[in-house]
């Protein structure tokens, strides 16, 4: 018998992780004039848990559906939102399960996070000023200042998800490893 594909565990395990990214990030605290949200977070640990593709769909749907459903933005902004999270989830994957690791080292976890979180630091900046300057007509200087505005707040949320998702991780995994649950989770 042939190993599915998309079995209905990883299928239901997903969508449930896709409606905790959603729902976490409804949570704001209000931090230097900032707002900190642990979704980030969330997306990091769906990569860490189901490897790069099904947690890249993972955060890509929770992130999405929180965009388009209480978010309010337009489709083309839900659109742009799933595919960053689903890249910042797959390349931390990719870190954490590269070569033999598996996302068993927890140095190399952290490492995932710290890259997963700063690439999509990166991408919410390139979306600011692509926006900003192609679609909203700004200029160059006032291109730079609302991205430079949106900087720290982002920053703020990278570092919090880069502690919270590997040391979550690291809590889930021992049990999950245990009830035999994570190894049906990963890609």
Known sequence: ?????????????????????????????????????????????????????YGGLAAGFGSGLYDMLLGGYPIDEV???????????????????????????????????VIGALSYVALYMLKQLVYKRFIAGMELEATYAVMLSKLPGSLINAAAAMIVAPTLFAGLSA???????LAKLKD
């Open 79 to 113: 659109l742009v939102t799933f595919v960053s999270k689903f890249i910042m989830a797959w390349l931390c994957a990719k870190i954490a399960y590269g070569g033999d690791a598996k996302a068993e080292n927890h140095a190399r976890n952290i490492f995932a996070c």
């Open 175 to 181: 049990s999950l490893r245990k009830t035999g649950i």
């Open 1 to 53: 018998m042939s190993k599915q594909k998309f079995s209905t565990f990883k299928i239901v395990f997903v969508g449930m992780m896709a409606a905790v990214v959603c729902v976490v990030t409804l949570f704001r605290i209000p931090l230097l004039g900032t707002k900190v949200h642990f979704a980030n977070a969330m997306c990091l640990l769906s990569g860490l848990l189901f490897g790069p593709v």
